[in-house]
């Protein structure tokens, strides 16, 4: 029985780091009035004045979840992780799909 916990810890200890997301920050051209929730992105973006967060299940930023977000939340100025963010060449392509 004790065997059997161990074993159950020690594959959670290795799961649960290998589910878990990458957080993503969307700097918006224009800020929000509120706090607002968007879905996009397969994700719940948590929205404060000019930036949204979200938890997503990838490591790298890329123009097609840009563009996911910006569809949603219009412009954007920056969009990406800690560790990577798109070019501005890519956001210019990001926002061709900004919501107006």
């Known amino acids: 029985m004790i065997r059997s916990i161990l074993i159950a810890s020690a594959l ?3 799961v649960l780091p290998a ?7 969307a700097k918006l051209a224009n800020s929000f009035d509120s706090n607002d929730t968007v879905v996009a992105a397969k994700a719940v973006w948590s ?12 490591r790298t ?5 840009c563009k996911d977000v910006a569809s949603e939340v219009g412009e954007l100025v920056a969009f990406g992780t800690e560790k990577d963010g798109l070019s501005e060449a890519d ?3 990001c926002n061709e ?3 107006k």
Do not use: H, I, M, Q
């Open 12 to 14: 959670g200890a290795v």
């Open 19 to 25: 589910a878990a997301g990458t957080s993503f920050t």
């Open 47 to 58: 929205c404060e004045g000019d930036t949204c967060v979200a938890e997503l299940n990838r």
């Open 61 to 65: 930023a890329t123009v097609r979840t």
């Open 91 to 93: 956001l210019e392509k």
């Open 97 to 99: 799909a900004a919501k």
